[in-house]
């Protein structure tokens, strides 16, 4: 079976810390090579030795090597379920050097301010993101060494996250002032916004400058192509998102037309649940953005819907046609159709020769987009259009039960408040990074 994990709370890379060689003078006369009689020019046969760490960048001293930029390609590459075309990687290995960078002068700077992230708190980071996966942390070093990554990988980013967050609550967050009207202010548009949409958007923001504008561009061009190809917008929006947002995959949470940038809002108004935009250029550079979900503001909204439900499912023979399919099919949906209540479930399904199975507090959100849409508007009793395929088999599901959503409240005076003061830590944090960068003496190898 295929490895599956979040990859939201995945994907990282290490540093390394390495000691310049002290240069040495040899007398090759008095040398022992000497008497190898050893040609002037060679020529190298095989391979490089694959453990060998060339560095790739210096940072204020430190290395960055060539092992660290692929162990985080291969992170991605496994987070996108390997669709990265060859072409692709090589332009994400020019984006990971980069992001590499970041995460080293900001693990530095960190220290300078005499914040260090314990060897011990990184480990539990780590022993949680395994669980997530349903692994103890030694399988999942395992699984990233099968990818060909390592732990050191993860924990390097793990470990920069940490240290720039703390960072941001020490230089930064005591300096930021949200006014009490200026909340007071935000509440009160959203009580007049009443019934109004709001949308939930995933980011992405790639910063560019005249000189680059066009290379930046086309590569947030690529990373909408490989999303709409099914590779993961959060895998992405960690690794090259420039905004606060990329530690949390892009996710903006709920904002409302307004709130958004007269670009992004017009993006966002087109999209379909769960379509993504074209690069939208932006004071700064680009923004590439994901509509992951809709609803009417404080309002109920039906999505919010938890239900309690029975599936009546039928597996076809491993290799059978549609065609020979499809008096099942057929059966089914008509059963579907005609069953009156959960109480005739076990009953139809004995007839269709069908497993029956229930599940209570389900929520509707949760469910897979397509399969939303097929139960928003069912009430108790009935059952939604049969769904699935040859190999996996057909079903549908019948609503046993429904509890509706209430009507939402305006946030809290302090729900707002902290959003505020987030949206501001963000844009110094991002001019914090960008200081960093001017003054960092880099050197690329």
Same mark, same amino acid.
């Not at 009689?37 to 790739?56: H, Q, Y």
């Not at 769960?274 to 404080?298: F, N, Q, T, W």
């Given at each position: 079976?295929?490895?599956?994990?979040? *990859?939201?709370?995945?994907?990282?890379?290490?540093?390394?810390?390495?000691?310049?060689?002290?240069?040495?003078?040899?007398?090759?006369?008095?040398?022992?090579?000497?008497?190898?009689?050893?040609?002037?020019?060679?020529?190298?046969? $095989?391979?490089?030795?694959?453990?060998?760490?060339?560095?790739?960048?210096?940072?204020?001293?430190?290395?960055?090597?060539?092992?660290? #930029?692929?162990?985080?390609?291969?992170?991605?590459?496994?987070?996108?379920?390997?669709?990265?075309?060859?072409?692709?990687?090589?332009?994400?290995?020019?984006?990971?050097?980069?992001?590499?960078?970041?995460?080293?002068?900001?693990?530095?700077?960190?220290?300078?301010?005499?914040?260090?992230?314990?060897?011990?708190?990184?480990?539990?980071?780590?022993?949680?993101?395994?669980?997530?996966?349903?692994?103890?942390?030694?399988?999942?070093?395992?699984?990233?060494?099968?990818?060909?990554?390592?732990?050191?990988? =993860?924990?390097?980013?793990?470990?920069?996250?940490?240290? *720039?967050?703390?960072?941001?609550?020490?230089?930064?967050?005591?300096? #930021?002032?949200?006014?009490?009207?200026?909340?007071?202010?935000?509440?009160?548009?959203?009580?007049?916004?009443?019934?109004?949409?709001?949308?939930?958007?995933?980011?992405?923001?790639?910063?560019?400058?005249?000189?680059?504008?066009?290379?930046?561009?086309?590569?947030?061009?690529?990373?909408?192509?490989?999303?709409?190809?099914?590779?993961?917008?959060?895998?992405?929006?960690?690794?090259?998102?420039?905004?606060?947002?990329?530690?949390?995959?892009?996710?903006?949470? *709920?904002?409302?037309?307004?709130?958004?940038?007269?670009? =992004?809002?017009?993006?966002?108004?087109?999209?379909?649940?769960?379509?993504?935009?074209?690069?939208?250029? #932006?004071?700064?550079?680009?923004?590439?953005?994901?509509?992951?979900?809709?609803?009417?503001?404080?309002?109920?909204?039906?999505?919010?819907?938890?239900?309690?439900?029975?599936?009546?499912?039928?597996?076809?023979?491993?290799?059978?046609?549609?065609?020979?399919?499809?008096?099942?099919?057929?059966?089914?949906?008509?059963?579907?159709?005609?069953?009156?209540?959960?109480? /005739?479930?076990?009953?139809?399904?004995?007839?269709?020769?069908?497993?029956? #199975?229930?599940?209570?507090?389900?929520?509707?959100?949760?469910?897979?987009?397509?399969? /939303?849409?097929?139960?928003?508007?069912?009430?108790?009793? /009935?059952?939604?259009?049969?769904?699935?395929? =040859?190999?996996?088999?057909?079903?549908?599901?019948?609503?046993?039960?429904?509890?509706?959503?209430?009507? $939402?409240?305006?946030?809290?005076?302090?729900?707002?408040?902290?959003?505020?003061?987030?949206?501001?830590?963000?844009?110094?944090?991002?001019?914090?990074?960008?200081? =960093?960068?001017?003054?960092?003496?880099?050197?690329?190898?």
């Amino acid at each position: 079976m295929k490895d599956r994990l979040n *990859w939201a709370a995945l994907l990282g890379a290490t540093s390394l810390l390495a000691l310049p060689l002290a240069a040495q003078t040899v007398d090759s006369a008095s040398s022992p090579a000497a008497s190898l009689n050893l040609p002037a020019n060679i020529t190298v046969f $095989g391979k490089s030795e694959p453990t060998v760490r060339k560095a790739t960048a210096i940072v204020n001293g430190q290395v960055i090597t060539e092992t660290d #930029v692929e162990q985080r390609l291969a992170l991605v590459i496994a987070a996108n379920e390997g669709r990265i075309s060859p072409e692709e990687k090589d332009r994400l290995r020019t984006q990971i050097v980069r992001n590499l960078i970041d995460e080293t002068l900001q693990i530095q700077e960190a220290k300078a301010n005499e914040i260090k992230v314990e060897p011990g708190e990184v480990d539990q980071t780590f022993a949680r993101v395994a669980a997530n996966s349903n692994r103890t942390p030694a399988q999942f070093s395992a699984f990233l060494r099968s990818q060909g990554s390592s732990d050191r990988s =993860l924990k390097h980013q793990i470990e920069a996250e940490s240290a *720039w967050s703390r960072l941001q609550r020490k230089k930064i967050q005591p300096f #930021v002032n949200v006014a009490e009207e200026e909340v007071q202010s935000v509440i009160s548009r959203l009580n007049a916004a009443k019934g109004s949409t709001e949308y939930r958007i995933g980011e992405i923001f790639l910063s560019a400058n005249p000189a680059n504008a066009a290379e930046v561009q086309a590569g947030a061009q690529k990373i909408i192509e490989n999303v709409r190809n099914g590779a993961s917008f959060v895998a992405y929006a960690r690794q090259f998102s420039e905004a606060s947002t990329a530690a949390v995959g892009g996710d903006l949470g *709920w904002v409302r037309p307004e709130q958004l940038p007269e670009q =992004l809002m017009t993006a966002a108004q087109s999209l379909q649940n769960g379509g993504v935009s074209e690069p939208i250029a #932006v004071p700064g550079g680009y923004s590439i953005i994901v509509k992951l979900d809709e609803r009417k503001v404080l309002t109920a909204d039906p999505r919010d819907a938890i239900l309690s439900l029975k599936q009546v499912s039928l597996s076809f023979a491993k290799g059978t046609t549609q065609e020979q399919a499809a008096p099942q099919v057929e059966a089914m949906t008509k059963a579907s159709r005609e069953i009156a209540g959960c109480g /005739q479930a076990e009953a139809v399904g004995g007839k269709l020769g069908a497993t029956v #199975v229930g599940n209570d507090n389900v929520p509707l959100r949760e469910l897979p987009t397509a399969l /939303q849409n097929l139960m928003v508007n069912l009430q108790v009793g /009935q059952a939604s259009q049969p769904f699935g395929s =040859l190999e996996d088999g057909i079903r549908f599901l019948v609503v046993c039960g429904r509890d509706d959503p209430a009507a $939402g409240n305006a946030p809290s005076f302090d729900q707002v408040l902290a959003q505020m003061e987030e949206e501001r830590v963000s844009r110094r944090a991002q001019r914090y990074l960008r200081d =960093l960068r001017r003054d960092a003496e880099v050197e690329y190898r």
